[in-house]
C-alpha cells in the first residue's frame, strides 16, 4: 500500500540515524579468562575475610549486658499480680540485683527489651492517627478510623493518642543505683532521658496541638487516655512539663515500630557529668528499681534490661562479621575449586571435552 496522509507509511515510524538510537555506540566486551577471574576472587576473599575479622573485633570491644527480670526476685510478684487487668492500675515496684565486673567505658546506654511481642502486624502497626500526632486539631476530637477499636473510650471522650500502637505503649520505668566500697553511700546513677529519640520524630512528626495560650491540660480537655494506661498524655512526666503530651520521649520511642519480635528500645543514657561516672560505668554491684506495670503473659513475652557501650559500628552485634566471614571463606573455596579446574583442564589451552 502507498504512502497516504492517512497512512504515512512503515518509514515514519524508524527511528532516528543516530548512533544511540541505531546501537551504533562504542561498547567494551572484556574476554573472562582464568588470568582474570581468578585473582578477582581471591582479592574478593581476601578482603571480605579482613573486613570480617576487623568488624569481629570491633564488636567484641563494645560491652554489654543483659538481665531478664520478667521474674527475677521479687518481680515474680508483680509478674502474678499483672496477670489480673483489676490490678492494672495497681503500683507494684520490685528490685532485682545487677553485678557489673569490668568497667562500661565511655558513653554507656540503657535499654528495655521484649521478647516475642510482635509489632510488626500489619493491623497492629495500621492502627495509629499520624495526623493527631503531628498535632492538627481536627484529629484531636476525631481520630482517624484506623484506630479502631481504641478511638473512643466507654463515654464516648476521643482517646488521645488513639490506636492499638499507642494503647500497647511499653510503661516500665526504672531507677539505677551503684552500691559503692563498703562505708561509702549509696549512689543513684544519673539518665539522660531525654535526646533519646530521632530528630525528625521529635521536631517534625510529634507535635503537640497549639490552641492560643492555653496549658497542655487544657488543649488535652476533653480527651480520653487509652485504655491501658495509668496517666493522661499531658502527664506523662510529671517531673519535666516539657516532656508531656505527644513529644513525650518514650511514647515517640515507642511508636516507632520494631520489626522483629525480640527487639529492645533506648531508655536512658549515662550522664557523665560527676564522679563515679565521668569515665562510664564503674564495676560494682548495682540495684534496679522498676516500677513494674506492662504486662507479659498475655503474649507469653519476656522482659529484659540492657545496659550496653557503643562503637563507630553501633551496638554489639555479630550478625555482620559474620556474614562477611562467612561470604569471604565461600569465595575462597570457589576460587579453589575453579583453579584446580583450570590448573587441570585449561591451563595449556585443552578443553575439557577432550
Not at 37 to 64: D, E, K, R, S
Request: some cysteine; glycine content about 6%.
Amino acid at each position: 500500500m502507498g504512502k497516504t496522509k492517512d497512512n504515512p507509511g512503515p518509514l515514519s515510524r524508524r527511528p532516528d540515524n543516530s548512533a544511540f538510537k541505531q546501537q551504533r555506540l562504542p561498547a567494551w566486551s572484556p574476554m573472562l579468562t582464568a588470568n582474570s577471574v581468578l585473582p578477582f576472587f581471591y582479592i574478593m576473599a581476601v578482603v571480605c575475610v579482613l573486613l570480617g575479622v576487623w568488624l569481629l573485633i570491633t564488636v567484641q570491644n563494645t560491652h554489654q549486658l543483659k538481665l531478664d527480670y520478667t521474674q527475677a526476685g521479687s518481680c515474680n510478684i508483680c509478674f502474678e499480680k499483672r496477670k489480673v487487668r483489676a490490678n492494672a492500675n495497681q503500683d507494684c515496684k520490685c528490685t532485682v540485683v545487677l553485678n557489673i565486673g569490668n568497667t562500661f567505658k565511655g558513653d554507656v546506654f540503657f535499654y528495655y527489651g521484649l521478647m516475642n511481642f510482635h509489632q510488626n502486624l500489619r493491623q497492629y502497626m495500621d492502627s495509629r492517627d499520624d495526623a493527631q500526632m503531628m498535632g492538627r486539631t481536627a484529629n484531636l476530637k476525631n481520630p482517624s478510623a484506623y484506630c479502631k477499636p481504641y478511638i473512643t473510650d466507654d463515654h464516648g471522650l476521643p482517646i488521645a493518642p488513639c490506636g492499638a500502637v499507642a494503647n500497647s505503649m511499653f510503661n516500665d520505668s526504672f531507677k539505677l543505683t551503684y552500691h559503692s566500697a563498703e562505708g561509702s553511700p549509696d549512689v543513684h546513677v544519673p539518665l539522660f532521658r531525654k535526646g533519646i529519640s530521632w530528630y525528625t520524630d521529635k521536631n517534625v512528626k510529634f507535635r503537640n496541638p497549639k490552641i492560643n495560650n492555653e496549658t497542655l491540660t487544657q488543649v488535652f480537655e476533653g480527651t480520653a487516655r487509652p485504655p491501658y494506661w495509668q496517666k493522661p498524655v499531658y502527664n506523662l512526666d510529671p517531673l519535666d512539663p516539657n516532656n508531656n503530651g505527644f513529644t513525650n520521649e518514650d511514647l515517640i520511642v515507642w511508636m516507632r515500630e520494631a520489626a522483629f519480635p525480640n527487639f529492645k528500645k533506648l531508655y536512658g543514657v549515662l550522664n557523665r557529668a560527676s564522679k563515679p561516672f565521668t569515665e562510664g560505668l564503674p564495676p560494682g554491684n548495682y540495684t534496679i528499681e522498676i516500677s513494674y506495670n506492662f504486662p507479659v503473659e498475655y503474649f507469653q513475652g519476656r522482659k529484659e534490661v540492657i545496659i550496653s557501650t557503643i562503637s563507630w559500628f553501633g551496638g554489639q552485634n555479630n550478625f555482620l562479621p559474620i556474614a562477611y566471614l562467612v561470604t569471604g571463606c565461600l569465595v575462597l573455596l570457589l576460587a579453589i575449586i575453579l583453579t584446580v579446574f583450570w590448573w587441570k583442564f585449561g591451563k595449556n589451552g585443552q578443553n575439557m571435552e577432550e
